[in-house]
């Protein structure tokens, strides 16, 4: 499904990414761990393709598909979606006006037909109350003024509203207190599906006892430096990173 | 004043430059070498202009500085009306004015849909207004001006209010070769309540300067101002706006915001907030931001799916709407909502 192969890449003049070697098959839950500044966030803006993060070696494909050639938003309609460390605010749109313009940009990219609002409207009710969002906050411009974990849970409810077939979560648990954590955690495993996988950038492994990666790799000096089963998760929470430091 | 001794005179030399402070942003001297000679007499337009999906109960059209009706406006005490003014430019290199008043009685609600219309080019239009609010008026008064890459323009209000009455206005305009709309407002305190708002969506070389001066003179005064603009190419966009808060005019409560995005380099913004205190125990902000569309939020709605066109339209008219949304009258705001979203569209 996603496969990265020696991808080098290069933030404000710094090599960040050197060499990085990953295969995430349809069906698999794979998590990556690694200290601070090892380039977890940057591995995502690269997949993702935000400006600024230039890859200078290597590639990545989804389903086949030459990742780095697409915009943004050709990546996204084809399934693939970041839920950000720290989603942004966007002052003006009410949240569900923008995750339903975002959902029929995607289906018109991808020749599909738009969703119709009384459709729309229904499934979003049902995915709120599923993740326990008031349908109220879904009126208010998307994340201003909302609290750390409301952003986060607000992530969420996009994801499960776009139905992506790769998911990248980017520090995901930050900000969420135990109750939260199982709520988000409770849509993320909703989402598991043998034509889905997902990505797990995490620095605790606190949120893996909750989405049971199928595989842990250790992301250090811009490359994997180990990889192994869920076991390696429970390894580096009692041992840290040191043993890895670049 | 000046300008309209220019056109009467057919003298240049009384023409506002930029050695007159309150011009230095929009130099009619430097820009006109000679006033233009007196437009003809035109021919009323088909239609109602860019307000014209709001209703109106009465209607009174200037074409080239003369008008098909009376030079005043009445609204009744106790009336609630609307009331479409329009000031229509059909002239080539040629100059003409007109003067209007409005009266608002008291208890009367008045809605005013303001429209400058231009065809032809390079002429040059003055307008200028006076308004009154007896006690307990309302005024909402939507402006729009839509006139010739090429036209000289300016339009300018006096505006009285008495006690416990409401004025709220917003201006809309893509601008013009020159072109500046303003507003003095005299506020007497006393529970009256002003929003004063503005939005310029200005391309090319288009120009527009909103200067407005609220001069609070009686206790407890209320004014809210908050203009937007968005600027490319080589537009330049002015806002000067002015509060003075007089000896005594005391727990005056007054805020202003400018807020304008620079979609290109060669766009320019020339802002001058001001508040000028005299009185004591007065609650005023103010605050002035010009920028470029964040970025950072642009890429996370392209992670979203939506193109980069789209997501910077989105951006741009929730930026806007902040303005128009305080548009009370139902109808006029989603016209001048309309208006800015066709404008951007335009732009993009």
């Known amino acids: 499904m996603l496969s990265i192969d020696n991808l080098h890449a290069v933030v404000g003049g710094a090599e960040i990414l050197k060499g990085l070697t990953l295969d995430v098959p349809a069906g698999e839950v794979h998590a990556i761990m690694g200290p601070n500044g090892a380039g977890k966030s940057t591995l995502s803006y690269v997949l993702t393709g935000r400006s600024g993060y230039d890859v200078t070696q290597g590639g990545a494909t989804l389903d086949g598909a030459d990742l780095l050639a697409l915009a943004p938003n050709e990546r996204a309609a084809r399934g693939l979606f970041l839920s950000f460390q720290y989603p942004l605010e966007i002052p003006g749109v009410p949240s569900l006006t923008f995750v339903r313009t975002a959902l029929n940009a995607q289906r018109v990219a991808r020749g599909e037909a738009e969703v119709s609002a009384p459709e729309f409207l229904k499934r979003a009710r049902a995915v709120a109350a599923a993740l326990k969002i008031d349908f109220d906050m879904l009126k208010r411009p998307l994340n201003v003024g909302f609290s750390g974990g409301e952003k986060k849970r607000m992530e969420i409810f996009q994801m499960v509203m776009l139905e992506p077939r790769f998911l990248i979560l980017d520090e995901t648990d930050s900000g969420l207190d135990i109750d939260a954590l199982r709520i988000v955690s409770e849509g993320v495993n909703a989402l598991r599906s043998p034509d889905r996988a997902m990505l797990v950038i995490t620095h605790y492994q606190r949120l893996l006892d909750y989405i049971k990666p199928d595989r842990v790799h250790v992301l250090a000096g811009g490359r994997i430096v180990a990889s192994g089963g869920p076991e390696l998760a429970l390894e580096l929470e009692a041992t840290g990173y040191d043993r890895y430091a670049a | ?348």
């Open chain 2, 1 to 348: 004043m000046m300008l309209a001794r220019a056109i009467a005179e057919q003298d240049v030399a009384h023409l506002p430059g930029r050695r007159d402070e309150a011009w230095k942003y929009t130099d009619l001297r430097g820009a006109l070498r000679a006033v233009p000679g007196p437009s003809p007499r035109g021919v009323a337009p088909v239609g109602l202009g860019p307000l014209g999906a709001v209703e109106a109960d009465h209607a009174i059209t200037f074409v080239n500085g003369r008008c098909d009706g009376e030079g005043s406006f009445e609204a009744r005490a106790g009336e609630t009306a609307t009331f479409r003014l329009r000031f229509v430019s059909q002239a080539e290199e040629t100059s003409h004015q007109a003067a209007f008043a409005v009266t608002v009685q008291a208890g009367a609600t008045l809605t005013l849909l303001e429209t400058y219309e231009g065809s032809g080019s390079a002429y040059l239009a003055n307008v200028n207004l006076d308004i009154w609010l007896a006690e307990g008026a309302s005024l909402e008064r939507i402006v729009v001006l839509e006139e010739p890459d090429d036209a000289v323009s300016v339009s300018s209000a006096e505006v009285e209010l008495s006690a416990e009455s409401a004025y709220a206005q917003t201006v809309l305009t893509r601008g013009a070769r020159l072109q500046r709309h303003e507003t003095r407002l005299h506020h007497p305190g006393g529970g009256a309540t002003v929003r004063i708002d503005g939005v310029y969506l200005l391309g090319a070389r288009r120009h527009a300067d909103l200067t407005t001066v609220v001069t609070h003179e009686g206790v407890g005064g209320v004014t809210s101002q908050l203009t937007k603009g968005v600027a490319r190419d080589q537009a330049r966009g002015v806002f000067q706006g002015k509060i003075v808060v007089s000896h005594g005019a005391d727990r005056t409560d007054a805020r202003m915001g400018h807020h304008a995005l620079l979609l290109t380099d060669g766009a320019e913004i020339d802002a001058k907030p001001e508040l000028e205190i005299y009185a004591d125990d007065v609650s005023c902000a103010h605050g002035n931001t010009v920028g470029a569309l964040d970025e950072d939020a642009l890429f996370y709605m392209r992670q979203r799916g939506l193109p980069e066109a789209q997501a910077r339209a989105m951006l741009m008219q929730a930026f806007l709407g902040e303005v128009t949304d305080r548009i009370a009258h139902e109808g006029a705001r989603h016209a001048a909502q309309a208006w800015a979203a066709a404008e951007l569209g335009a732009l993009s």
